[in-house]
């Protein structure tokens, strides 16, 4: 360890009370509060930090990642301890943490004490993409840039002792990074790894968000039942813009609340500023992700544009009291294999089996007062156009109700009897054997069902509309598909091309954008309604939801098709795999 200008009896009880050391090595005298935090950070070796903005957080970040560096350094038998520290970008990290190195080496110097001068540099030893900073007892900070929008993967041979990560709600909305990265690279050897100072630490911070909309819940999820199971390792930790004593409230930006506090509802200001993860701050999916992800890479289609292009169609009918439906709709989803030369951001693209594909929803009709014979007659007619690889049905009177049509060899298009191929479910294939076999029924019994749900979802019928609802989720707020650009967004010159046809599929796919923004849980009480199996039941605050229903149906098509050319390329099944969301 460097020498320390403090006696041993200072250094031990440091150990003991890291508030003391704050004060002892940064001259920090800490607010009650946000010393309780840090001890609970100081002996903890796993903690989601749910505090609300202004509480102290990266204060306290700072605090103590660098006194476990000069506290607790690794025996000279081992390697150095490594701590890392990841923010959204490595600019944040220079913007926010970065600063506050010079900020206590100009005034503390005892903490200046600690590292050596490289390059007339205080410890900084930082290279291109890393900063770094390196102490005389050769333990290092460092602050990595974690490219999350490629999911973290320049990260794969990194380990360290230390683990923190900030604004973890900002990055598991766009990344699957912590996930298949950075949780597992905490493994560096260290002195006791189970002790609750010297075993390795994975520390993560974030304001609350809505429980049942936003994938970081899950990880408090796991946290609850692990401390309910007994765990000493595990903390759940949250604190309020309220905590703060007499002495320190001079420091907090009470303006800066009274603005937030008028300018969001009080779901949204509960979760932000008091730190509570609260129902109510955004809808299931949350008009902010379908904003981000709109691109005027994304135009209405009427056919197919590429012959690799991967098309799948989701229909809904609600059929009425007569001959004719009240409601029949489609969303059509196109993925577009996209070659791995060309992908330099995983943003708006989903992986498979190390394939990407560039997804999006390109094609949307409804029709109102139509029968069974049209309703088929118009799903040929696309299918002419789009060559699809998957149909899938609503499972209730209406979607059977257009099956009896559809696997039939003449079609009514546009008015008109014709001869086209039926189309059907596998099944039904020796009954129909010139159909092509592309049809699906989103039901617990059909395989291309089975094949993209976790099993845990086929206990009831409500099971799988609750799964469906969280892929498609987990798509836009993990950026894994690019919605149609706003129609104004668009050129002139791009507007005048477009056919009427084109312009009807525009305004269907912004009714089916609207329509998915109305979707939500329904609730009690403020607490959600579950079924008697324990799943959640969906509907539109205000309108309807037929349409994004078939967009639900169709992007779940979509997935099956996908799953299936990777089953027979050889890949394995998908379908143990947890949706992200609150079960």
Same mark, same amino acid.
């Given at each position: ?82 701590? %890392? ?7 944040? !990290? ?27 540099? +205080? ?58 990265? &950075?949780? $597992? ?20 911070? @974030? ?5 049942? *909309? ?15 199971? @007994? ?37 949204? /200001? ?7 993860? #609260? ?9 902010? +992700?379908? =904003? ?47 070659? #791995? ?8 693209? &989903? ?15 409804? &029709?109102? @007062? ?27 009177? @209406? ?9 039939? $060899? ?12 039926? &189309? ?21 019994? =059909? ?5 993209? /749900?976790? $099993?845990? /979802? ?18 836009? %707020? ?11 967004? /668009?050129?002139? !010159?791009?507007?005048?091309? +477009? ?10 796919? =912004? ?11 329904? *609730?009690? =009480? ?58």
């Amino acid at each position: 360890m460097a020498k320390l200008s403090i006696t041993q009896a200072e250094i031990e009880e440091s150990l003991r009370d890291p508030v003391m050391a704050a004060w002892l090595i940064f001259g920090i005298e800490l607010d009650p509060f946000q010393a309780c935090r840090l001890r609970y950070m100081w002996f903890t070796r796993q903690m989601i930090d749910s505090s609300g903005v202004s509480t102290g957080k990266t204060e306290l970040m700072f605090i103590l990642s660098n006194l476990r560096a000069i506290l607790l350094p690794n025996p000279r038998d081992l390697p150095p301890r490594i701590s %890392c520290i990841y923010y959204l970008s490595l600019g944040t !990290a220079k913007e926010v943490y970065w600063p506050k190195f010079e900020k206590y080496i100009d005034q503390s110097p005892l903490f200046r004490e600690q590292f050596i001068v490289h390059r007339k540099k +205080w410890g900084d030893v930082s290279t291109e993409g890393v900063l770094k900073r390196r102490y005389k007892n050769g333990s290092l900070i460092e602050l990595p840039a974690a490219d999350f929008m490629r999911d973290s993967k320049n990260q794969a041979s990194r380990r360290f002792n230390d683990l923190q990560i900030d604004e973890i709600c900002e990055i598991d909305l766009t990344s699957q990074g912590v996930n298949k990265q &950075l949780m $597992s690279r905490a493994t560096a050897p260290c002195f006791n790894k189970n002790h609750p100072l010297h075993g390795n630490k994975v520390l993560l911070f @974030g304001h609350a968000e809505d429980p049942m *909309t936003h994938p970081t819940y899950q990880r408090v999820k796991k946290f609850k039942q692990s401390i309910r199971d @007994g765990s000493q390792k595990h903390v759940l930790f949250t604190s309020s813009f309220r905590d703060y004593s007499e002495k320190f409230k001079k420091y907090r930006e009470d303006d800066v609340i009274r603005t937030e506090k008028g300018n969001l509802t009080d779901d949204e /200001f509960i979760q932000k500023w008091e730190g509570i993860w #609260k129902m109510g701050g955004q809808k299931w999916y949350d008009p902010k +992700w379908i =904003d981000r992800l709109r691109s005027i890479q994304i135009t209405p289609q009427v056919t197919r544009i590429q012959s690799n292009d991967i098309h799948a169609l989701g229909w809904d009918t609600a059929p009425g009291s007569s001959q004719k439906a009240d409601f029949s709709g489609g969303v059509g989803l196109r993925a577009r294999p996209m070659p #791995k030369s060309k992908v330099k951001s995983l943003d708006g693209l &989903l992986e498979m089996d190390g394939e990407y594909y560039q997804v999006a929803p390109t094609y949307a009709v409804v &029709l109102q @007062g139509r029968g069974a014979p049209e309703c088929s007659g118009l799903i040929h007619k696309v299918d002419d156009r789009f060559n699809f690889a998957r149909i899938m049905m609503d499972p209730g009177g @209406g979607g059977a109700w257009i099956y009896k049509e559809m696997v039939k $060899s003449e079609q009514k298009i546009d008015g008109q009897w014709q001869e086209r191929v039926g &189309l059907c479910e596998p099944p039904d294939q020796g009954l129909y054997p010139t159909a092509r076999p592309i049809v699906r029924f989103f039901k617990r019994g =059909d395989q291309d069902v089975r094949s993209i /749900f976790p $099993s845990k /979802f086929f206990a009831g019928d409500e099971g799988i509309v609750e799964a469906g609802h969280r892929e498609l989720m987990r798509s836009l %707020c993990n950026s894994h598909m690019l919605l149609p650009g706003k129609r104004m967004e /668009f050129s002139r !010159a791009v507007r005048s091309a +477009w056919t009427p046809a084109e312009l009807q599929v525009m305004d269907t796919l =912004d009714r089916f954008l609207t329509e998915l923004m109305g979707v939500s849980v329904m *609730t009690k =009480d403020k607490k959600p309604v579950v079924t008697s199996k324990g799943f959640l039941k969906f509907h539109a605050k205000k309108g309807k939801k037929d349409i994004a229903m078939a967009g639900m149906y169709g992007y779940c098509g979509l997935l099956a098709a996908l799953k299936e050319d990777a089953l027979i390329a050889g890949a394995g099944s998908y379908a143990d795999e947890d949706c992200i969301g609150v079960g």
